[in-house]
């Protein structure tokens, strides 16, 4: 269900966390998926769930996929340029 012109095909991602996954692809970075469970979100152990380039519709689909596979997990998008993190929102906790 990819029905994709800029906005979230579901009411999980807002439009902020959608424009924050375009800006980021359109600055020429890598977009990474990342999640981790309570435990490990309090040692700062995450765990890749993808990586994406210039493709803003593959990664909002698969965050949206993140998001309902770790609904129980915190998950944040990372901006990485040049091997370096430039960016890192969180953009589910869980309750």
Known sequence: SS????????????PEIVS??????GQGQRLGIEVVDDRRFRMNSWNCYGMFEG????????????????????????GIRDRQRVIETIVHRPN
């Open 3 to 14: 029905s994709y012109n800029g906005q979230p095909s579901s009411t999980r991602l807002t």
């Open 20 to 25: 924050e996954v375009n800006r980021i692809l």
């Open 55 to 78: 493709d803003g519709a593959a990664a909002i689909s698969a965050l949206e996929t993140c998001l309902d596979e770790n609904q129980k997990n915190y998950v944040r998008i990372v």
